[in-house]
């Protein structure tokens, strides 16, 4: 199975729409939303090409392979829109013989919940930074922001096959990656 991760959209239209196109070149069996799809929060710079409702037109389309949690700047009228569940704090994948807990990462602070089984993979959004790396035996991976990087990092989306995971530039290109 192949998953693809982006997190923190803040509906940016243009953003997106590169995340898709690599979404349709990459062919991945599920997208998975790390939360803050369509607001851009009151800390952000409004992002270029702000426009929700593009979002929203560009994401309901592919509802059926669309995997949601909710992050710190959606709210229950973004449900209201959306055709796709993504209002839940976490949802828990499992992946051949793996298991990913899916969390904007708010909720957490950046620490790896207890909920994330041995061996699991903790999938975050939240800090718009790539992240990629080993906690005892369990993996802490966020892939990064889409619309508003910080650090100075790149826009970055995550994408796991084969017991795989990497982070990849927008361009396609590998940024970070494990073995899992």
Avoid: W
């Avoid at 239209?13 to 939303?33: F, G, Q």
């Avoid at 979002?55 to 829109?81: F, H, T, W, Y």
Wanted: glycine content about 6%; overall charge negative; some cysteine.
């Amino acid at each position: 199975m192949k998953l693809m991760f982006i997190s923190d959209i803040h509906g940016s239209v243009p953003a997106l729409k590169t995340a898709l196109d690599r979404y349709k070149e990459e062919e991945p069996d599920y997208l998975v939303i790390s939360g803050d799809i369509l607001y851009h929060g009151p800390r952000n710079p409004l992002p270029e090409g702000y426009d929700p409702k593009g979002v929203i037109e560009l994401l309901n389309p592919l509802k059926d392979k669309i995997l949601a949690v909710r992050g710190n700047c959606d709210s229950e009228v973004d449900q209201m829109v959306l055709d796709f569940p993504m209002m839940a704090d976490y949802q828990e994948l499992v992946v051949e013989d793996l298991r990913f807990f899916v969390s904007h990462g708010h909720l957490f602070d950046n620490d790896l919940p207890d909920l994330v089984s041995r061996d699991g993979v903790y999938v975050q959004g939240h800090t718009h930074i790539p992240m990629l790396k080993k906690v005892q035996t369990k993996t802490h991976f966020n892939p990064g922001s889409i619309t508003l990087p910080k650090n100075n990092e790149p826009k970055t989306y995550g994408f796991y096959e084969d017991h795989r995971i990497c982070i990849k530039q927008m361009d396609g290109s590998v940024y970070l990656e494990m073995d899992l």
